[in-house]
């Protein structure tokens, strides 16, 4: 019996051949990849909401100052009414529409933001509420 035979045995019985780490490897390589891709649309859905968030709470201040208006005056201002503003460092077009309803008295009411500048842009956000002019009680 030879001496290293011992040795030799349990060498062949540890570590990975070569075949195992190519494919360990592949399957590495391959997997990388998809989740590298996965985190960057994470990120890209995450900064959307972002953004949408921030034209709803654009939205809702127009809202908030349109209804003020009215309390002041007693009517709403006539057509479409447009704006731009900056929030966040970040340039923002608003636009309100205003159209009849069946119901006497009350005025549905748009407002749409878009990132940028112009209605050419696409809203982010779109409000949509329903005013009565004529029913709102004279400001002190």
Do not use: C
């Amino acid at each position: 019996m030879h001496l290293l035979s011992p040795l030799l045995a349990d060498k062949k019985a540890h570590g990975f051949t070569l075949i195992e780490v190519m494919v360990a490897l592949a399957v590495v390589a391959i997997a990388l990849p998809a989740l590298l891709f996965l985190l960057f649309q994470q990120l890209d859905g995450a900064e959307y909401l972002r953004q949408r968030s921030i034209a709803s709470w654009i939205a809702e201040d127009k809202l908030g100052e349109l209804r003020l208006i009215v309390a002041q005056r007693g009517s709403l201002p006539e057509g479409t009414i447009e704006g731009e503003t900056e929030v966040l460092d970040q340039d923002w077009s608003w636009w309100i529409e205003q159209e009849g309803t069946e119901v006497p008295g009350f005025i549905r009411i748009e407002i749409n933001v878009a990132s940028g500048m112009g209605q050419e842009a696409t809203p982010l956000h779109t409000l949509v509420a329903f005013l009565a002019p004529e029913r709102v009680p004279d400001a002190p």
